[in-house]
C-alpha cells in the first residue's frame, strides 16, 4: 500500500525530531541527521530507534 | 538513574507480550468512543493514538473526519490496525514506534489520546512529556487507564504477587488511574485538568472464562502462564484468586471493569 503521503508531514525522526525524507522506491524513511534509516514494512514504518539502520549502510 | 538497556529489554518484553491482544478489541471498541467524545474530536483535527493497539480509537477519529496517526510498540496489533482501517475505508497513519520516543516534530498535533496505552510506558513522565511535546499549544490531550482500586488494577496487583517484580525505574500501569497522580505529573504544563470515569464490559459465562481470556491475550495473564506452567499449586492458588477476584465484579454474565478518563488542554 503507498504511503500517505498528506500525512507525511506530520512525521519525524524519534531521535532528533527533525525531518525524515521517503526513500524514492518508499521502503525507508531517512533522517539525514542522524545517518538512520526507518524501514517500511507493508506499509507501516518501523521508527524504533534501536531497529532503524545506519544510513551509509542503506540502499541507495 | 535507571540503566537504559534495563529499560529497552522490558519494553522489547511487553512489546512480545501484547502480540495476543487482537481478541479483546469488541471490548475497547465501545470504549475507543467514549475517549474519542471525551477528546472533543472534529473533523479536520490532527489526531495522533499512542499505543493504538488494533487501532479501535484512531479509526473511530478518522471517521469522525480527523486526520490521523496511530503508533504502537507491538507490530502483530498493527498489522490488525491496518486491517480495521482498510475495512472501515479511512486512511490512517500507522507507526511503529516507541510512547518514550515519538517519530513526531514538536506541536505536529490538534489532539493526543491514548486508551489503555501509554500507561504501559515504563516512565510516566517521559511518555507523558513526548505526548505534550507533539501537542499543540491549546490542543487537548485526553487519554483511559485503569485505576488501581477497580477490577484491572486489582487484576495487575494480582499478576504482580505471581510475576518477578518489574526493573527498578518502571511505574506500575495503574498510578495512571489515580487523579491525583495524573495532577502531579501533569504539573503546570496543561490547564483544564478534568476527569470523568467510564465502564467497559465484559461478556462472561464464569470467572473461568475471563481467567481463560485473559491468559490468552494479556502480557501479564500469558507471563504468568508461563511462569508457572511447572509449579501447579502455585498456578491453582493464582487461579483461585483471580476467581475471587472476578467474581466480585461478575453480574448477569457481565464483568464491570471501571475506568478513568483524564483530559486537560497543554497551555
Redesign the interface.
Known sequence: ?PI?K??LD??????C????ALADDESEFRCAACRLA?AI??????????EAKPLANAKP | MVQQDVLETFKATQRVGWAFFAPLENLTTPTAANLVRFAGVRAGQTVLDVGCGTGVVAVTAARKGARVAGLDLTPELLERAHENSRIAGVEIAWREGDAEKLPFGDAAFDVVVSQFGHMFAPRPEVALGEMLRVLKPGGTIAFSTWPPDHFMGQMFALFGRYLPAPPPGVTPPPLWGKEENVRAWCGGAVKDLSFERGVMLFPALSPGHHRESTERTTAGGRKVVELLASDRDRMAAFRTEYHELVAKYLEDNVVRQEYLMSRATKV
Open positions: 500500500m500517505d498528506e500525512l506530520i512525521v519525524a525522526c524519534p531521535k525530531h527533525g525531518p525524515v526507518f514494512d507493508d506499509g507501516i514504518p518501523n521508527f524504533l530507534i534501536d
